[in-house]
């Protein structure tokens, strides 16, 4: 007994030791000087500054007509008034149905379709801007974002030097000048909300409308000596404040903070901005700096990823840097543009609202195996704080019980209308229900499981039992369905048999929703749903397996929503790992979206492609995917314009309005190609391109709260870790033979075939794994 446990100790010990040796290759965690924004000038455009945020409040850093500029925003500045036209008494479902059964789908576009477009709000908004002259005859010298420190320095030929954050943790920017002469005169920029509507301007939701069809009364402007405070009222009693403040720090410094405040009239009081920066001056840009360095420090060991490709490699990094300004807990969810509205006079492109039939979705896609579970948590929180409102919107559109979401939403979860197939779908809470999945399979908390993912599962289920019918064959299927955005918003968008992409959510939703109540000890209710499940039909297919969007509708077009492919991901009901009939599936459906091709896709196609191809395992096919997006779909400064900016044949769409949800989920398609572990165990580096033969990645998180850290040398993996947050079992893929196995921290082998490696864990047991 004395030798084995000397044996067990020694070799714990080796365990440890050979991870310390190899902490240096993988767990370089921090962003390197390569992966910042770099610029010999500002942007002369807002959509291509230099983007700072923390989730409640942002800023871009651009040059506007020889001014050094920053607009700045807030998450929470709506106008909130509701959708004129839209409720009325046609707004029902029964009612949308007997139209399409009439074929007189006129008078929905016009009731439920159009406010949308015509009307200037419900809508985000812009807060405002600073503005600071510069000295004449000067030029920048650099203008660079750091993203290891969340921080933007600029710097002028004249020897000046800015340096400039949003903080990570409190709704304040803060600046610093340094080498200034002995003029400074910042100047808050209000939008214009006052002022003629520009003649011929037509609505369009794309490119935004200008902001005086709002109809508010231009807010004062208040300065002092070291301060300027503009407030504004909108709609409903509503008000926001923007404050700046500054004090010499030094000769030639100039130290100063700015804090966007939102007031709603029932909402609980919060601080105005004054007082915000009153507060924030009184320490210094240093000590400041420091707690929003620490924090951002913290994000970033959260996870790493080395490849040989430096553009998709930087890419990555990029994105991370704008998940973590854009996601916060105690912040509103990533919405469109998230805290970079856009600043040109003009409500932002598609309102910059909460889209739920593809955009939110895909924004927390890397949330997950990123191992950023804390700031996915913040979407959650929006969902369940509004389920209220949710559950209303379902008994007046749907008349029925249980939960369903608008596709289209305001900042509280209110219905906005526009291309009802889509904003009034009834299949939008199973996909959100895929995100209480995701948190629960990747954390394995059972409190959140128990409070938050059963009851909306629960609520879900309930609502596709109960609006669900049986057709004539004695199948259940939807009354009518739709499959983004598929013959846009017409007749033709109503499908009378379930589409792949609403049965695939109706399925997921069902078959989740029964390993759930498993694991709450509630073996009725997943009995009751496996037995709902069994009366949907299988998806519809051409004889060649390849996915349709509704029976008898094949793929035959090119789209930029993949709604018929929801099945194999982001779902995985449908997986590589079934066998032979699934990869056919899988591969013949790949194929024929590249065989129709890109001509309508957006920047997101080929983020989600990617994603697609990487389950597929292929990994050139998803490294092609992800390196076109980041070459022609993005602006500058990385932001996700949705068009083929190079113009080359990528895409017929060339136009640039800005949205996050291709950004954030190119990042899931990389950690894709780099773990997955959806099918019942880990795969490590599953979809390389054969030309990645030095890879690496550190703490990706896999389902059943594993952190994995792994790389691969020569072409073969040569070093895998896995960290057990959590008591339980994991299966791995590996050829054991020709590799060492550590086991420590109570980690036991229960299993090995030579192909899959089986363990149990204490929480907090590891393995360590090295090539032989």
Excluded at 28 to 33: C, G, H, I, T, V
Excluded at 168 to 187: I, S
Excluded at 251 to 269: D, L, N, R, T
Excluded at 459 to 480: H, M, S
């Amino acid at each position: 007994m004395i030798l084995r446990s000397c044996n067990a100790f020694f070799r714990d010990k080796l365990g440890l030791i050979c991870a310390i040796l190899l902490l240096p290759a993988l767990v370089n965690a921090q962003p390197k000087p390569e992966h910042n924004l770099h610029f010999d000038k500002l942007a002369k455009s807002w959509d291509e500054a230099l983007p700072l945020g923390n989730g409640t409040v942002g800023a871009l850093i651009w040059e506007k007509e020889g001014k050094l500029r920053f607009s700045l925003d807030r998450a929470d500045v709506w106008d909130m008034r509701p959708m004129a036209g839209l409720h009325r008494e046609e707004f029902s479902f029964k009612w949308v149905q007997e139209q399409v059964r009439k074929k007189d789908y006129k008078p929905v576009q016009q009731y439920l379709d159009a406010p949308y477009d015509k009307e200037p709000a419900p809508s985000k908004i812009p807060a405002g801007a600073l503005e600071f002259r510069l000295p004449e005859g000067i030029s920048v010298k650099k203008a660079d974002l750091e993203i290891a420190n969340a921080t933007a320095v600029v710097e002028w030929s004249n020897g000046m030097v800015l340096k400039t954050f949003v903080h990570a943790t409190k709704p304040v920017g803060w600046f610093r000048f340094e080498g200034l002469g002995n003029e400074f005169t910042p100047e808050l920029i209000a939008p214009q909300y006052e002022g003629k509507v520009k003649a011929g301007a037509a609505p369009d939701p794309v490119g935004g409308e200008d902001l005086v069809r709002l109809g508010y009364k231009q807010g004062p402007i208040k300065r002092t000596e070291n301060s300027i405070t503009y407030n504004q009222e909108g709609w409903g009693g509503f008000k926001y404040e923007i404050t700046v403040r500054w004090k010499s720090a030094g000769k030639g410094i100039i130290e100063g903070v700015w804090s966007v405040s939102s007031h709603y009239p029932k909402a609980a009081v919060q601080p105005a901005a004054a007082t915000v920066t009153q507060a924030a001056l009184k320490d210094t840009y240093a000590a400041t700096h420091a707690t929003h360095a620490a924090w951002w420090t913290k994000f970033w060991q959260q996870s790493s990823i080395r490849v040989p490709d430096p553009l998709i490699e930087k890419q990555w990094y990029l994105e991370q840097y704008k998940f973590g300004s854009a996601a916060r807990r105690g912040a509103p969810p990533i919405s469109l543009q998230a805290v970079w509205t856009a600043d040109n006079g003009r409500i932002p492109p598609w309102k910059g609202d909460y889209h739920h039939d593809l955009n939110t979705q895909l924004s927390y896609w890397p949330a997950y195996s990123g191992n950023h579970l804390e700031e996915a948590l913040g979407y959650l929180d929006h969902l369940d704080e509004n389920k209220k409102n949710y559950l209303r919107y379902t008994e007046d559109y749907f008349g029925v019980k249980g939960l369903a979401v608008p596709g289209v939403t305001t900042l509280d979860g209110t219905e906005m209308g526009g291309w009802i197939q889509y904003s009034l779908s009834p299949t939008v809470s199973g996909w959100l229900a895929q995100h209480y999945y995701l948190q629960w399979r990747y954390s394995m908390d059972k409190t959140f499981l128990k409070d938050r993912a059963y009851p909306w599962f629960k609520e879900v289920c309930a609502f596709f039992e109960n609006i669900t019918v049986k057709n004539d064959k004695g199948q259940r299927q939807l009354p009518i369905s739709s499959s983004p955005e598929i013959h846009n918003n017409s007749l033709e968008a109503w499908f009378s048999q379930t589409t792949n992409y609403d049965l695939s959510i109706i399925k997921f939703t069902l078959t989740a929703g029964a390993e759930i109540a498993l694991a709450m000890g509630d073996k009725a209710q997943a009995d009751k749903w496996q037995g709902i499940l069994k009366e949907f039909p299988d998806y519809a297919k051409t004889a060649e397996l390849e996915l349709m969007f509704a029976p008898g509708h094949p793929y035959n077009e090119s789209h930029r929503h993949f709604s018929n492919v929801m099945a194999i991901h982001p779902l995985g009901l449908i997986k590589w790992e079934d066998g032979e009939e699934a990869q056919q599936t899988i591969k013949n459906t790949i194929a024929l979206l590249d065989k129709v091709g890109p001509d309508y896709w957006c920047g997101y196609s080929y983020s989600w492609l990617a994603n697609l191809k990487a389950r597929a395992k292929d990994g050139a096919g998803a490294r092609d995917a992800l390196a076109t997006f980041a070459k022609a779909f993005c602006l500058p400064n990385s932001f996700h314009a949705n068009g083929d900016q190079t113009k080359s044949g990528l895409s017929k769409f060339t136009y640039r309005p800005f949205t996050l949800e291709g950004n954030f989920a190119f990042a899931s398609g990389l950690q894709e190609m780099m773990l997955q572990s959806y099918a019942g165990f880990i795969q490590i580096m599953p979809a390389l391109p054969a030309d990645w033969q030095e890879a690496a990645f550190n703490n990706l998180r896999a389902e059943g709260a594993i952190l994995v850290s792994a790389q691969r040398k020569g072409g073969k993996i040569s070093h895998i870790s896995l960290s057990a947050e959590k008591a339980g079992e994991a299966s791995l893929e590996l050829a054991s033979a020709g590799y060492n196995i550590t086991l420590s921290k109570g980690a036991k082998k229960i299993g090995d075939d030579g192909k899959f490696v089986k363990f149990s864990f204490p929480a907090g047991g590891a393995v360590e794994i090295v090539g032989k």
